[in-house]
């Protein structure tokens, strides 16, 4: 009974969390039917609905909150245990679970996490890459990356990266048939390239600053995207002015590709930190990835 209970309470658990039979079976790597039967065997065995079904989601009861709440601690508590056992063998074993913006993730986590993938094979490395804001908790990820302004409070923070700046770029040949603008009020007359951001519901404010002066402009053009990559290859097609971060450049900048242009607007902020939550015991797995992406002195 006790094997029987907790195999389901897992299944019970996951497919609370993600909201859906067809995406729990799938993490699980079971069938959806056999995961509904897992389900109606549990709350059979308890006497209790743990799960309101519709035809589109699945959301736990009053009953399965209270269930959610008890048991999923305890069963993570049982994973980290366990990933701490499993370093007896002399080889870190562990999947650890990052969130972080495309942006952090091709600038600095891939490039640190090369090695390390390397060196421990049977450490396993899963990352979630989108620019909103995210509940790493909620969402089962063991550490995050953010910008270190927008850290969420009661966790740790160690920093990721050094200061990054922002920068407004165009290719020479935009500029050729448009006059640079010399102040951020003058991009209201040119064509930029927009980033829609999903936390923010809307489309990127660029920021300027220059001694005490700081402004947020709202800019327009024919394009915008979701993502800075595709804005930024737009921007080398000659396609408008772009606002980007000056590494995702550097190289575009020193080829002569693009120029920057409001030089003097655009000064150094603070980076990107890792966070993750106060939890009593980390694996072996989790300080080394923790170690090779920290920034080092």
């Known amino acids: 009974m ?30 959806t039917s056999a995961l509904s039967h897992a389900m109606r065997g549990l709350e059979e065995r308890l006497g209790l609905r743990l799960l309101a079904r519709s035809t589109r989601s699945v959301s736990p009861t009053e009953a399965g909150e209270k269930l959610l709440l008890t048991v999923a601690p305890r069963l993570e508590e049982i994973e980290e245990q366990l990933s701490a056992i499993g370093d007896l063998r002399g ?21 640190r996490l090369k090695p390390l993938l390397q060196n ?5 490395i899963e990352i979630s890459a989108e620019n909103r804001f995210t509940d790493i908790v909620a969402e089962r990820f063991d550490m995050g990356v953010r910008l270190t302004e927008s850290l969420p409070k009661d966790m740790i923070a160690v920093p990721l990266s050094g200061p990054l ?47 005490d002066e700081e402004m947020a402009v709202r800019v327009s053009g024919q394009l915008a995207f979701n993502d800075s990559q595709h804005a930024l290859q737009a921007c080398l097609d000659g396609y408008g002015i772009a606002f980007t971060s000056l590494d995702m450049v550097k190289q575009h900048l020193q080829s002569g590709e693009l120029v920057q242009i409001l030089d003097d607007w655009c000064p150094p902020f603070d980076g990107y930190s890792l966070y993750y939550p106060n939890r009593r015991q980390h694996s072996t797995a989790f300080s080394l990835v923790l170690d090779a992406l920290r920034l080092k002195d």
């Not at 299944?11 to 609370?16: G, L, N, Q, Y």
């Not at 009020?185 to 923010?200: E, G």
Request: proline share 8%; net charge positive.
């Open 120 to 124: 421990y094979p049977e450490i396993h």
């Open 165 to 211: 700046r922002m920068v407004a770029v165009a290719s020479p040949a935009y500029l050729a048939e448009h006059p640079a603008p010399t102040h951020p009020s003058d991009l209201a007359r040119h064509n930029c390239i927009n980033i829609r951001l999903p936390t923010y519901g809307g489309f990127y404010a660029w920021e300027f600053g220059k001694g």
């Open 2 to 31: 006790l094997r029987e209970n907790l195999n389901d309470l897992v299944a019970f658990v996951t497919v609370a969390r993600e909201g859906s039979f067809t995406k729990a079976a799938a993490q699980m790597g079971v069938s």
């Open 91 to 111: 080889k870190p074993t562990g999947t650890i679970r990052i969130n972080a913006s495309r942006h952090a993730v091709s600038q600095f986590l891939w490039p």
